[in-house]
């Protein structure tokens, strides 16, 4: 097993700062890559499936417990988040595959996209996958998830 981890790539910047909007432009310019991004479509948050290039409903107006996870002001579906953690097991043989994004959710309650998140970077850092790991992580969460993953040796970027 590799001590190093400069298989997986941490993009981070502040909240509303077009990380999503970059990496479309960015997978655009690469020819296997998987994952999802969680664009604001209209208005509203979606699950986009890179590699099946499909749109799920993500945020919601709902507030239902039982289909809905509340965070802050915002709801989303949990079909949207099982989507996204069956994208996430579905990962194999990419150049890249992202995850877009791991929040609040994730690193501070174990919701949302884990445990799947938690899965597949262990699979990056034991070489059990091939190609690169791109987590997009919000700025303010960066610490917390290096600390929580052990990724103190994955590469940081701020820009694509």
Do not use: W
């Amino acid at each position: 097993m590799s001590s190093s981890h400069k298989n997986i790539i941490i993009l981070s910047r502040p909240v509303h700062s077009g990380k999503t909007t970059a990496l479309f432009r960015y997978i655009k310019t690469i020819s296997n890559v998987s994952g999802f991004l969680t664009p604001d479509v209209n208005g509203s948050r979606m699950l986009y499936d890179i590699g099946e290039d499909k749109y799920y409903p993500f945020q919601t107006d709902e507030t239902d417990t039982a289909t809905t996870i509340k965070i802050g002001r915002f709801s989303f579906l949990q079909s949207a988040f099982q989507n996204g953690q069956q994208i996430i097991n579905h990962c194999g043989k990419q150049d890249l595959f992202v995850i877009d994004e791991v929040g609040k959710l994730e690193v501070e309650n174990d919701e949302g996209f884990e445990p799947m998140i938690s899965k597949v970077i262990v699979q990056f850092k034991n070489n059990d996958v091939s190609g690169n790991l791109l987590l997009v992580i919000r700025d303010t969460l960066l610490e917390k998830a290096i600390s929580k993953y052990g990724l103190v040796e994955a590469k940081l970027i701020n820009q694509l």
